[in-house]
Nanobody, 123 residues
């Protein structure tokens, strides 16, 4: 059974940092693209960042470029999202997801999802 389990969310002040983790299990994700998405109350789920599991290619939403960094640890089967200079409007549930290439930013293209982790940024 495929599982993606996020962790690392929490409460942080504006300008602060958090690192989210996504532990993958249940299958080999070596060919997959691992994405991070977020969904704020009353808003649609939106793309944040993604990384190819078997390479170094990364993708970012314009709104997070220069502040967020996506990375992976193959030995731990874990993908990370380091978030710096967080803003209150980035309060949301953050989700990890997986899809086969090519890269797409639309959430409905991703077949595997985690349960999400709450990130709250206070002003």
């Amino acid at each position: 059974q495929v599982q993606l389990v996020e962790s690392g969310g929490g409460l942080v002040q504006a300008g602060g940092s958090l690192r989210l983790s996504c532990a993958a299990s249940g299958r080999t994700f070596s060919s997959y693209i691992m994405g991070w998405f977020r969904q704020a109350p009353g808003k649609e789920r939106e793309f944040v960042a993604a990384i190819r599991w078997n390479g170094d290619t990364t993708y970012y939403a314009d709104s997070v470029k220069g502040r967020f960094t996506v990375s992976r640890d193959n030995a731990k089967n874990t993908v990370y999202l380091k978030m710096n200079s967080l803003k209150p409007e980035e309060t949301a549930v953050y989700y990890c997801a997986a899809q086969m290439p090519p890269f797409r930013s639309e959430p409905d293209q991703y077949g595997y999802w985690g349960q999400g982790t709450q990130v709250t940024v206070s002003s």
